[in-house]
C-alpha cells in the first residue's frame, strides 16, 4: 500500500500541481516566452499528465507498481536533474522579475520533486526489504 500512495503522491505533483501553477502568464502564456518555448511547455505538461493517469491506472486497476514508481521516478527525476544541470544551459527556476517560488527556503520544485523522488525509492526498498524477510 506504501508504494500506492507514494505514487499517487508523486502524480498528483507532476499531473495536477504542476499544470494549475504553470498554466498562467508566467509559463504558458508568458508573454517574454517564444512560441517555441511555450508549445514546449504544454507538451510537457500533456505528457506528464497523460504519463500520470497512465501509473495511476496502472498502480490501483491493473495492480502493477513496479512500471508505474519507474515512470514516476522519469518524471520526478528528469525535473530534478533538469533543476541540478541548469548552469550548463542557462536555466532557472527564478522568474524574470527575480522572484522565486520557495518553502523555507528551497525551491518548492525541488522541495516537492525531491520528496516524491525519495519516497518512491523508500517505498519500493521497503517492499523488497519485506518481501525478502517474508521469503
Request: contains cysteine; charged residues 15%; aromatic residues 12%.
Given at each position: 500500500?506504501?508504494?500506492?500512495?507514494?505514487?499517487?503522491?508523486?502524480?498528483?505533483?507532476?499531473?495536477?500541481?504542476?499544470?494549475?501553477?504553470?498554466?498562467?502568464?508566467?509559463?504558458?502564456?508568458?508573454?517574454?516566452?517564444?512560441?517555441?518555448?511555450?508549445?514546449?511547455?504544454?507538451?510537457?505538461?500533456?505528457?506528464?499528465?497523460?504519463?500520470?493517469?497512465?501509473?495511476?491506472?496502472?498502480?490501483w486497476?491493473?495492480?502493477?507498481?513496479?512500471l508505474?514508481?519507474?515512470?514516476?521516478?522519469?518524471?520526478?527525476?528528469?525535473?530534478?536533474?533538469?533543476?541540478?544541470?541548469?548552469?550548463g544551459?542557462?536555466?532557472?527556476?527564478?522568474?524574470l522579475d527575480?522572484?522565486?517560488?520557495?518553502?523555507?527556503?528551497?525551491?518548492?520544485?525541488?522541495?516537492?520533486?525531491?520528496?516524491?523522488?525519495?519516497?518512491?525509492?523508500?517505498?519500493?526498498?521497503?517492499?523488497?526489504?519485506?518481501?525478502?524477510?517474508?521469503?
Amino acid at each position: 500500500m506504501i508504494k500506492k500512495i507514494a505514487i499517487t503522491f508523486s502524480v498528483i505533483l507532476y499531473a495536477i500541481v504542476v499544470p494549475f501553477l504553470d498554466i498562467n502568464e508566467t509559463h504558458v502564456w508568458n508573454p517574454d516566452w517564444t512560441p517555441h518555448a511555450r508549445i514546449h511547455e504544454v507538451w510537457q505538461l500533456i505528457t506528464n499528465s497523460s504519463i500520470g493517469v497512465v501509473c495511476l491506472w496502472l498502480v490501483w486497476y491493473k495492480k502493477e507498481v513496479q512500471l508505474s514508481t519507474i515512470l514516476s521516478l522519469i518524471v520526478t527525476g528528469g525535473f530534478l536533474l533538469a533543476f541540478f544541470l541548469k548552469d550548463g544551459y542557462g536555466g532557472s527556476m527564478k522568474y524574470l522579475d527575480g522572484s522565486e517560488k520557495t518553502i523555507v527556503g528551497i525551491n518548492i520544485g525541488v522541495l516537492g520533486f525531491g520528496i516524491a523522488f525519495l519516497f518512491l525509492i523508500l517505498s519500493h526498498m521497503l517492499t523488497k526489504i519485506k518481501k525478502t524477510t517474508h521469503n
